[in-house]
């Protein structure tokens, strides 16, 4: 069974410090990881996606992240946050021949000025 | 704007009627998904259509039942409904299965409440 685990609920940060979101997941094959990003009020929208390759994956709005197949981890990161980064976090993992998603229960991020 | 529409936005209704979800994909994309987002279980994915065919099942009651019509748009039909059905329907669409590397575009959702 595949799952998706984010350790931290809630995460407050002050605006233009770094953000570092957590994600660990089970899968029992090569996995495909996401991270999706959903602001009040509106669908998930991808920020980015790891299949193969590099470690080290850039996306939208600044975000990137790094996938440890060592430590099960996909974590979310940005040097510098701005306010409009305030959302909720998603992490879900799928896998080859597999479109269903396992989404974790996500990380709601405030901003504080 | 992510190119896929559901309707309507909000819903009220009673324990034991039965209401129907819309979801219109992106254009050209052949694949359309269902999930649920609720307090307690989160986003689960509910079902998958492609190209008006069940592809794919996950959490989905046997009360509720989708179907993709010839249009490629999307019905989700959830009957006998109870309080506990209360949640954000969330539909997304892709451009079809792509071993599971496709991007799924998601909807604004429909938020449903039962009373």
């Known amino acids: 069974a595949q799952s998706v685990t984010q350790p931290d609920i809630h995460i407050t940060v002050s605006e233009g410090a770094s953000l570092e979101l957590r994600c660990n997941y089970s899968?029992?094959?090569?996995?495909?990881l996401f991270w999706y990003v959903q602001s009040p009020g509106q669908g998930l929208q991808l920020l980015l996606k790891?299949?193969?390759?590099?470690?080290l994956v850039q996306g939208i709005k600044g975000f990137e992240a790094e996938f440890k197949r060592s430590q099960s981890s996909f974590n979310l990161r940005k040097p510098s946050v701005h306010w409009s980064d305030a959302a909720e976090y998603f992490c879900?993992?799928?896998?080859?021949?597999?479109?269903?998603?396992?989404f974790g229960t996500g990380t709601r991020l405030t901003i504080i000025p | 704007d992510s190119g896929v529409t559901q309707t309507p936005k909000h819903l009220i209704t009673a324990t034991g009627q039965r209401v129907t979800l819309r979801c219109s994909p992106r254009?050209?994309?052949?694949?359309v998904y269902w999930y649920q987002q609720s307090l307690d279980q989160g986003l689960q994915f509910l079902i998958q259509?492609?190209?008006?065919?069940?592809?794919a099942k996950g959490n989905i009651l046997e009360r509720f039942s989708a179907q993709q019509f010839p249009d490629l748009h999307s019905e989700l039909n959830l009957s006998s409904l109870e309080l506990g059905d209360s949640a954000l329907y969330f539909c997304?669409?892709?451009?079809?299965?792509?071993?599971?590397?496709?991007?799924?575009?998601f909807g604004p959702g429909t938020r449903l409440l039962v009373l």
């Open positions: 997304a669409s892709s451009l079809g299965p792509s071993g599971g590397r496709e991007t799924q575009y």
């Open positions: 899968y029992g094959a090569t996995p495909y």
């Open positions: 790891y299949f193969s390759g590099d470690t």
């Open positions: 879900a993992v799928g896998g080859i021949g597999n479109e269903k998603l396992t």
């Open positions: 254009s050209g994309d052949l694949s």
């Open positions: 259509y492609y190209n008006g065919e069940e592809r």
